[in-house]
């Protein structure tokens, strides 16, 4: 199985990468976000960073700090695996055991980033209730999901970063350039 997984900064285009990679490289792109949020909602809870965050701090310690990557390959299994896909693609890793899983199972990370104003303007457009926020707002939210805040199953993007394979600046003027950088780390 080719796996790729992706982090970076909140707004670089974590997403945008990976439905490009689904669309352009036939890889089955998956959200740990979304898996988060769809944990939430069947909680009833709302969707806001903090919950997610508490989510998968919760899942890690139950289940290891590679549960979400586990959790992703089993899904990509279950969908026809490599049959069906060029491989798999998971966003977000957003805490270090994530990266030591995809190295385990042979993948690579890609770093994405992006200057701070753009990927304020990204988020605040999406119109997602949770992205309503002020710009110094957003820079604590980062900060704060940089380092871990409790125990090691908490967020750490810094050590993720640390960890990533290939790093992409994702402040391209249209999508094809973006398009070809990414076939450019894929090849």
Avoid: C
Wanted: glycine share 8%.
């Amino acid at each position: 199985m080719k796996l790729i997984g992706l982090s970076g900064t909140n707004g670089s285009g974590k997403d945008t990468v990976g439905q490009i990679l689904a669309d352009k490289h036939n890889f089955l792109f998956i959200s740990m976000t979304d898996m988060l949020r769809e944990e939430a909602l069947s909680r009833k809870l709302d969707t806001s960073r903090e919950v997610l965050r508490t989510i998968s701090a919760e899942w890690r310690r139950e289940s290891g700090l590679g549960v979400l990557i586990n959790k992703s390959v089993d899904y990509y299994e279950k969908q026809g695996g490599d049959n069906r896909y060029a491989g798999l693609v998971v966003a977000s890793l957003r805490n270090p055991g994530e990266n030591d899983r995809v190295h385990d199972l042979g993948g690579k990370v890609i770093w994405i980033d992006a200057d701070p104003k753009i990927r304020y303007e990204r988020i605040t457009s999406r119109q997602r209730a949770d992205d309503q926020i002020t710009y110094e707002e957003f820079l604590e939210h980062e900060q704060a999901e940089m380092s871990h805040s409790g125990d090691s199953a908490t967020l750490s993007m810094g050590d993720v970063k640390e960890k990533a394979d290939e790093f992409l600046t994702n402040e391209f003027d249209n999508i094809a350039d973006l398009e070809q950088a990414i076939a450019r780390l894929v090849e």
